[in-house]
């Protein structure tokens, strides 16, 4: 076991080698869990329909440190651009991902391994040579290395899931992957123990002495009233009780999201249960064993909720799931510390859970450790929450109030998920390694999330997208779409493609005339918003009026004729530098106000021709605003000097494109952005329109 590496410290050339160790364990420790898998055809298999084949996971953790390595401009090169590309984002079934196979042609094992091999030696020499100064902060590379471990150790369980799912015939045991096979035959009596009232705080410091992701940091404080806790987590043989109760057949233990769920799935019992001849057994990594009565249970959240909802009307009290501030409390009080407190955690009892009286701490037993139990607090920000530039979509996505928190690691969780600052959610329908303990309580959580979206930035992008003209300058994303549209003329329009798609204003005035517009963006957070306005009509935001005094918007698509249109576009979130070859047939490839913000633009444009049918035509919009922040110089299009003479932006995009377009049009096209009530930003872009040969 190799500990977790502290950001502080006083040699640096010792830091250096801790993480590398840390690196290369985590990285082996990756790699052997899917050593269990004997059957190569296994790795091309969906065991879970919403999530996407194993080879997938075997290939996105290694993918993700070149991309974050690049994204920080800490590497200038890609090892594989193709597969950087298929590997790149799955991880949450929402709405924009991908899960269409029919478009993937999955590289095989060994190509991944290959790859694999590659990334280790990369970063293996990147911690060798790369200046380190402590301690490590935010803004330091390093900090992308282990973002990039971490996230590794994310995939560790999430992969242990799925594998729990695919057939036996296809995966071997392994000694270090094997269950620990203790349990008595009987299950403990569980009871609800008195938790007194108290004060919890919560969120990391940016000094922090360990790694955290973005969710973390900020601060929270609430007066918890006294609550009683169960003292055990519900066992297998407790939850058998509320099965064999007509658990699954009553609806009135199921909310409207559970019913919709337990019908689609025909569930009748938890996913790793199997009956056999009468009898339950419980799947593990590579084996099915009698049902340990004395283990937690594993369900998801809906599963768990339907069991409380049970609970209340069998001893006519409120038993429901615990808010993530009780968990908190319960957590306090108990006086539990990963540093002297025994618990089921990174595989220190084998690849399973353990009976759920054997770790006691304080007056309870597995308040962290064996598995993740789930809250009904859907995760919000703490106050003072930022994201992290390199991995801006990590947490904002799941602030939708679908994604319930779960608190206090499983069997599994290594590194940053053992951590008791750690914050994991997940929509209600999904499995991890996780169960539940209930509370009788009367406590509600202050509504955290705020229905009108106040960061600055995607504030800021909702108004120029949605806002209203200033100084008679007209919306640019519409003016862009309805010229855009002009140009087309009598030409096909049933496919466009707007890539830096932002809030979607653009992609929403194509679906005007198109059969079907892709808006896609680098940015989760933009993507989230269209998203929303797609699925609701509404959009709601704030925009800075001066000092802390703030105007309140709400946008609706029927006000401006669009909630037809809106049927018609779909939002993806995509590098533009290196996109999905999926994105291919269209009449029309509309990118404003993007090129000159690519770390690689000739990338960009150069793919373009494959992507556009013959007579379609690619409309391109910038101030070609060049800057070495957004683009290294080298990568400029134009806007420098070659043999002592001026190459244009225009002049650049010609030679790039002048062997498969031909120029149709410029035209210059003003745009204003808001910053306050009274500063705003007037600037003029150029379009240029060009025909596919």
């Known amino acids: 076991?190799?500990?977790?590496?502290?950001?502080?410290?006083?040699?640096?050339?010792t830091k250096r080698q801790e993480i590398k160790a840390y690196f290369q364990y985590c990285f082996k420790k990756y790699e052997?869990?899917?050593?269990?898998?004997?059957?190569?055809?296994a790795y091309f298999v969906k065991a879970d329909p919403l999530r996407h084949p194993v080879i997938f996971y075997y290939g996105h953790t290694a993918t993700f440190f070149i991309n974050k390595l690049n994204l920080a401009k800490i590497?200038?090169?890609?090892?594989?651009?193709?597969?950087?590309?298929?590997?790149?984002?799955?991880?949450?079934?929402?709405?924009?991902?991908?899960?269409?196979?029919?478009?993937?042609?999955?590289?095989?094992?060994?190509?991944?391994?290959?790859?694999?091999?590659?990334?280790?030696?990369?970063?293996?020499?990147?911690?060798?040579?790369?200046?380190?100064?402590?301690?490590?902060?935010?803004?330091?590379?390093w900090w992308v290395i282990l973002m990039g471990i971490e996230h590794e150790n994310i995939h560790l369980e999430t992969?242990?899931?799925?594998?729990?799912?695919?057939?036996?015939?296809?995966?071997?045991?392994?000694?270090?992957?094997?269950?620990?096979?203790?349990?008595?035959?009987?299950?403990?009596?569980?009871?609800?123990?008195?938790?007194?009232?108290?004060?919890?705080?919560?969120?990391?410091?940016?000094?922090?002495?360990?790694?955290?992701?973005?969710?973390?940091y900020g601060r929270h404080k609430a007066d918890i009233p006294s609550f009683k806790a169960s003292e055990y987590l519900v066992s297998n043989a407790e939850y058998l009780t509320f099965m064999e109760e007509n658990g699954y057949g009553n609806d009135l233990f199921w909310d409207t999201e559970g019913k919709a769920w337990r019908e689609y799935e025909g569930a009748l019992k938890p996913r790793f249960w199997v009956k056999k001849e009468g009898e339950y057994y419980l799947r593990t990594l590579t084996e099915e064993i009698p049902l340990p009565p004395d283990w937690p249970v594993e369900v998801n959240c809906l599963e768990a909720e339907a069991f409380c909802r049970?609970?209340?009307?069998?001893?006519?009290?409120?038993?429901?799931?615990?808010?993530?501030?009780?968990?908190?409390?319960?957590?306090?009080?108990?006086?539990?510390?990963p540093e002297h407190s025994q618990a089921n955690l990174c595989l220190s009892q084998g690849a399973s859970s353990t009976p759920v009286d054997r770790y006691r701490q304080g007056d309870f037993y597995d308040i962290a450790g064996n598995v993740w139990q789930w809250t009904r607090t859907p995760i919000y920000p703490y106050e003072g929450f930022g994201v992290h530039p390199v991995y801006d979509d990590f947490t904002v996505p799941t602030y939708d109030g679908k994604h319930n928190l779960i608190k206090g690691g499983s069997w599994i969780s290594c590194g940053n998920l053992a951590d008791p600052k750690s914050r994991y959610a997940f929509r209600k329908h999904f499995y991890q390694h996780a169960g539940f303990r209930y509370v009788e309580s009367d406590y509600e959580e202050k509504n955290m999330s705020n229905a009108y979206t106040n960061d600055?930035?995607?504030?800021?992008?909702?108004?120029?997208?949605?806002?209203?003209?200033?100084?008679?300058?007209?919306?640019?994303?519409?003016?862009?779409?309805?010229?855009?549209?002009?140009?087309?003329?009598?030409?096909?329009?049933?496919?466009?493609?707007?890539?830096?798609?932002?809030?979607?204003?653009?992609?929403?005035?194509?679906?005007?005339?198109?059969?079907?517009?892709?808006?896609?963006?680098?940015?989760?957070?933009?993507?989230?918003?269209?998203?929303?306005?797609?699925?609701?009509?509404?959009?709601r935001y704030t925009t800075p009026v001066e000092g802390e005094l703030e105007d309140f918007h709400e946008v609706r698509l029927n006000k401006f004729g669009l909630e037809h249109a809106s049927k018609k576009v779909n939002f993806w979130q995509a590098d533009a530098c290196n996109l999905k070859p999926i994105f291919t047939d269209f009449d029309l490839i509309f990118a404003g106000n993007l090129i000159d913000r690519l770390y690689d633009p000739r990338k960009f444009i150069e793919s373009t021709a494959e992507r556009i049918r013959q007579g379609g035509l690619l409309v391109l919009t910038s101030p070609y605003t060049w800057q070495e922040g957004s683009t290294p110089k080298e990568k400029w299009i134009g806007g420098y000097k070659r043999d002592g003479e001026n190459v244009t932006t225009l002049q650049g995009l010609e030679e790039i494109l002048g062997k498969d377009f031909r120029l149709v049009d410029t035209r210059d096209v003003p745009f204003v952005i808001q910053e306050t009530a009274r500063k705003h930003q007037h600037t003029v872009a150029q379009m240029s329109v060009w025909e596919k040969l």
């Open 75 to 141: 590497i200038s090169t890609r090892i594989d651009p193709h597969l950087e590309s298929i590997f790149a984002v799955g991880v949450d079934e929402m709405s924009w991902d991908d899960l269409n196979e029919k478009h993937y042609e999955w590289p095989t094992l060994a190509q991944t391994q290959v790859y694999r091999d590659r990334v280790y030696a990369l970063v293996t020499d990147l911690i060798d040579t790369l200046p380190i100064q402590l301690p490590i902060t935010w803004e330091s590379p």
């Open 32 to 41: 052997s869990l899917f050593r269990l898998i004997c059957d190569e055809n």
């Open 310 to 337: 049970w609970k209340s009307k069998k001893e006519g009290k409120r038993i429901v799931l615990p808010t993530e501030d009780e968990y908190l409390r319960l957590r306090e009080h108990t006086g539990y510390h």
């Open 1 to 13: 076991m190799v500990n977790v590496p502290s950001l502080h410290g006083s040699d640096p050339e």
């Open 456 to 539: 600055t930035v995607i504030a800021q992008y909702c108004h120029f997208g949605w806002g209203e003209n200033r100084f008679g300058v007209a919306n640019y994303p519409e003016t862009c779409a309805k010229l855009a549209l002009e140009y087309m003329g009598d030409r096909p329009k049933q496919r466009a493609f707007d890539v830096g798609c932002a809030i979607g204003r653009s992609s929403f005035e194509l679906a005007r005339e198109f059969d079907e517009v892709i808006g896609v963006d680098f940015s989760a957070r933009f993507i989230q918003e269209a998203q929303r306005l797609k699925e609701s009509g509404v959009l």
């Open 159 to 216: 992969s242990s899931v799925l594998i729990r799912q695919l057939p036996l015939k296809m995966l071997q045991p392994d000694p270090f992957w094997a269950p620990c096979l203790a349990y008595s035959g009987k299950a403990p009596q569980n009871s609800l123990l008195d938790v007194p009232a108290g004060y919890v705080e919560a969120g990391k410091r940016h000094d922090d002495l360990y790694y955290g992701w973005d969710n973390e």
